[in-house]
């Protein structure tokens, strides 16, 4: 079982990954709660170095580890997605 705590390191690398990969006008495709499939154009990230949220031009709350899509093609940013970290200093 995932702790909190794990669960919030798991998003944070999550997000590293979605920065080397999502540009501004990218279509992403992402689950929504309550497990509602919904798209949207990628717009930048939340205000922070290590803010975990992604923006789209109707909310700023997306979390990379929900996204399945960018421009059609199937992504997976978590642990399991096999994409590699950026190499640069990480908070976790």
Known sequence: MTTNEQR???????TARARLVLK?????TFTSCPGTKRWGVFQGF???KYSSWIRIATRD???AINISKV???TVDFSDG????????????
């Open 8 to 14: 919030k390191l798991e998003i944070a690398r999550a």
């Open 24 to 28: 501004p006008g990218d279509r992403i």
């Open 46 to 48: 939340d205000v922070g």
């Open 61 to 63: 709350d997306v979390c």
């Open 71 to 73: 421009n059609g093609k």
């Open 81 to 92: 997605g096999g994409l590699p970290l950026p190499q640069v200093e990480q908070p976790f």
